[in-house]
Structures are given as C-alpha cells and as structure tokens.
C-alpha cells in the first residue's frame, strides 16, 4: 500500500502541471465534500499554472466614416457652432486690422514734403581767379580747378556759387565777355562741361553787374537792353548753368524783369534739372516782390558786415537774433557773412550747416589745400619743420577742418531731422565752471533743436571764451541722455547725457537726443 501511494506521488510529479489532491488522514492535498470518500481513488487533480489569455486581435487602422465623424464631433449642431465661431474670429481680426490701420492714419506724423535740388544742396563759394593764383604753378589755368571737382563732391558739396567771372563793367552785350583773371568762354564752357559730370550744379554770381544798362528818368530801362540780357541767360544756360545769383540792390531784383528771366529760366528747365535764381541779401531788410515764387533762394548773413572783429558778444547777439526770427517767406540760405576771429570759425559752420535752409561755405583754404598736402610736402623744399612741430600742426588742423566738414554734410544728407525737420529755438540758463568773475559779460549758450518725428538734434553753442555747464532744469521736456554727432574739436564720442555736459570755450556740439531704452 506505501508503495503504491508513493508510485503515485512520482506520477503527480512527473505530470506536468499537476499535483495530488490525497483523501487520506495524511490533509495533504486532501479535498473533501459532502459525498466524496478520502480514498485514493476518489483524488483528484488540478493544474498548477493559469494558462495566459490569448491576445486580442490587432484592430487595423483605418478612417472614420461621416456618419463616426458627426457622431464623435457631438451631431451635426456643431457644425454650425463652429462655423459660426470661425466667422466672428474673422471678423474680429478684420476689426483689430481696421482699427489698427485707422489710428496710424489718424495720429499725428510728419508729413514729407519734397523738396527741390537747391534744398537739399551744400552750396560752395569760390572764386576762380584766386584759386587758380594759388595752384597756377602745379596746374595752370583753370583746370586747377576741374580737377578739384571731384574732391569737392565727395565733401558733400552740391553746388558751386562761381564769383568773378564778368568783369564788373559787363554790359548787356558783353556780359559773355569773362575777366581778364578767369580765362576765355571756352576755358568756363569746359568747367560747366565737367561740373555737370562731377554731379555738381553751378550757379553764376552775376550780382552787382550792370545787366541791364542805365535807366531813364522814369527809372525805365531800355528794352534793347532787357533782351541783349535775357540773351546773355540764354547763351549760359545752354552751357549748362544751374542759375544766377543777383543783389537785393540791383536792377533785375524787379517783378517785372524777374517775370521776364523765370519764363526764359522756364525753357530749360526740367523735373530734375530745375534753373533757379539766387537772391543776396545785402540790406537789413529784404523787401520780397509781390510774387515770392520768382525767387527761389535768398541767400542771408549770420553776422553784419564790419571793418572790424567782431566780438564774441556781438556774434552771440546776431546769432541769437537770427535764431528767435521767424522768415519763412522764402528759402533761406544761410552763410557767415560778417568778420569773426579764426575762434569761431568752425562753430559758425556747424551752425549754418544745422539750420533750416541751405548753408552756402565761403571758399575755405583749409578745406581746399587737404588733398595737395602730401604733394606739398614732398616737392616743397622752401617749407621747413621747426622744432615746434608747426607743420605737423598745420596738417592736423586742415585734417580736422576737412572732418567737421564732411560728418556736417554726411549728416545734413541723411537724417531727415537736420534736412527738412521742425526749428525750435531753446533759450535757457547756464551755469559756469569758471571761479572768474568775467562770467557776466560772457556770452551765454545758445542752443536750438531740429526735430523729425521721434527724433531729436541738439545743437549746442558756447560763443563765450569760458567753461559752461549745462543746468540740468534747463529743458525738462527733452531726453537726458544722447549719443555725439559731431563737434568743433571732433574729440567728442560715444552717449552723454546732457546734466554732466560741459562746453569748452567756443565750442559747438550735435548731440542725437534718444530716450531710455531706444535706440532710435
């Protein structure tokens, strides 16, 4: 019996997945119930791992009909929903669109207004006679001059105001007829020829010459006279002359008679090539013809004319005077006009070059001699270098005009502010730096701003010989802070800000004003 409960325990074993289930008094394994007997026959097994269920069928991708789609989008209701929701975003981004298009129409802006090429020229006083004085040696005649064209374009000059070429005595016959100094026609028709292919406009100074002859006792001139002088325009603007300048006291300075030359000025002119005429002001005040159209540019002094030096009050009084009126009858053009000591030579330029109107530069040395220095100083053997460097000084000094020269142009052209923006005139109080007690008669700072837009240019004028600073409750209105332009010393640059500025004596400064945290 032992043995056969043992064969069978040996079989369980051996049976995969079964173990004995005995009835016996042993209780292993032992199952019982009502009914059953604990015997060995009765044993019973039961398998000892649960089999693992079959995995569910791979259910193969595939797109949902339209009967599924409206089913999971919540029925055909929300069809409209969404299309009525996809309609008023339209509509609103439409109105945001319409909204935002209608205030930048409405909000104020500068308004560009364009402007002719004598506006946005640089025009540029000389006298060819003289120059060729000086350069007769090296070159001869007046092609010292055609060669200096190019050097004067690539200064940011425009223009060219050509005086002396009519002998003062030209009359209307003979106003074809050049000075002794200046050379034949055909030396001047070869200058228009290679101003016009340099890009430079030239006007001819005809002011003071007697073009239309001696006038009767009415105060009448002769009308052969008025036509041999509207020949004599017709023969120069063939050549290729920009226009004419003349004096607020001379004869043609008439309605009549400039009636007469804007219809011949008319003929050949065109969009782009526009004859114009240039008015000098040479009296106090300039009494406009009726017709203001007929002039064009009236060319203006900073300073009055003197025999003498004027002082640095004298010259802050005139400046300050010009800077408080208000001419807008006709385009100024702004030049130095009066004597003012070498001092304040170079803020004088900075200041007709800044304000509203068209600066005419007298004819500079300095600026005209900067490209012959290294010639001058190679094949010159009469100049010698002291021991005090004055050479070397000289070289620095007509460097350093030749750089305030081009940064004022370069910047008159490209910023918008200093070409065609808003003149305000910003007096103020200054405090000095200076323990003299010459403060009082020192002239005070001048200063103005031209404005475009959102943007600011500052110009500072210290005419006076002392230190000025700048009180910082001056114009609470304006920006504190800026980046320099341009100065008198050209030594100037990098930010600043305007409550630790301090002037040197004579010194001008352009100063871009910009607000915390732009970078306009």
């Not at 000086?134 to 005649?141: A, F, L, M, P």
């Not at 002291?386 to 081009?406: I, M, N, P, Y």
Request: charged content about 20%; overall charge negative.
């Amino acid at each position: 019996m032992e043995q056969t409960d043992r064969e069978a325990d040996v079989e369980a074993v051996n049976t995969p997945g079964r173990m004995p289930l005995n009835a016996g008094d042993t209780g292993y394994g032992s199952v019982s119930g009502p009914g059953l007997a604990a015997t060995v026959g009765n044993s019973e097994t039961a398998p000892l791992l649960i089999p693992e269920p079959e995995p569910e069928p791979v259910r193969q991708w595939q797109p949902m009909s339209k009967q599924e789609l409206e089913l999971t989008a919540g029925g055909p209701g929300w069809r409209k929903v969404r299309c009525y929701l996809v309609v008023l975003f339209w509509l609103a981004w439409v109105a945001m669109l319409a909204t935002s298009v209608a205030i930048i129409v409405m909000s104020p802006r500068p308004v560009v207004t364009p402007l002719k090429w004598w506006q946005k020229s640089v025009f540029y006083r000389l006298q060819p006679d003289l120059l060729m004085e000086e350069q007769s040696k090296r070159s001869g005649g007046i092609d010292a001059l055609c060669e200096q064209l190019p050097y004067f374009r690539s200064l940011g000059i425009g223009a060219l105001i050509l005086q002396g070429l009519f002998a003062k005595d030209a009359s209307p016959l003979n106003i074809t007829v050049t000075g002794e100094r200046s050379g034949s026609v055909p030396q001047i028709q070869h200058l228009l020829a290679e101003s016009n292919k340099a890009g430079l406009k030239v006007v001819l100074d005809i002011c003071e010459l007697d073009l239309l002859g001696p006038q009767n006792v009415a105060g009448h001139t002769d009308k052969s006279s008025n036509f041999s002088a509207t020949h004599a325009l017709r023969f120069w603007l063939e050549q290729g002359a920009a226009g004419f300048m003349i004096c607020d006291t001379d004869a043609a300075y008439s309605e009549k008679i400039l009636l007469e030359w804007r219809g011949v000025l008319e003929q050949f002119s065109s969009q782009e090539e526009e004859r114009i005429v240039v008015v000098k002001q040479t009296r106090d005040v300039l009494h406009p013809p009726n017709n203001v159209t007929l002039v064009d540019v009236v060319m203006r002094s900073i300073l009055p004319s003197a025999h003498h030096l004027l002082s640095a009050t004298e010259v802050a009084n005139a400046i300050e005077t010009h800077l408080q009126a208000r001419e807008e009858d006709m385009w100024p053009s702004w030049t130095v006009g009066g004597k003012a000591s070498q001092d304040l030579k170079k803020l004088l330029l900075v200041l007709i070059m800044t304000l509203p109107g068209s600066p005419t530069v007298q004819y500079d040395e300095a600026v005209n001699q900067t490209q012959n220095v290294s010639l001058k100083v190679g094949s010159s053997h009469v100049e010698t270098k002291d021991s005090s460097g004055s050479h070397t000084d000289k070289e620095k000094t007509k460097r350093s005009a030749v750089a305030l020269f081009t940064s004022l142009s370069h910047s008159r052209a490209r910023e918008e502010a200093l070409l065609y923006g808003s003149f305000t005139f910003l007096p103020f109080n200054s405090s000095t730096n200076s323990s003299s007690n010459s403060t009082l008669s020192s002239p005070p700072i001048l200063a103005f701003l031209r404005s475009w837009g959102c943007v600011h240019f500052l110009i500072l004028l210290n005419v006076g010989p002392e230190h000025h600073a700048l009180d910082p409750a001056w114009a609470p209105s304006l920006p504190v802070a800026g980046v320099f332009v341009t100065s008198t010393g050209m030594d100037r640059l990098g930010t600043t800000t305007l409550d630790a500025l301090e002037l040197r004596p004579h010194e001008a400064i352009v100063i871009k004003l910009f607000e915390a945290g732009s970078y306009s």
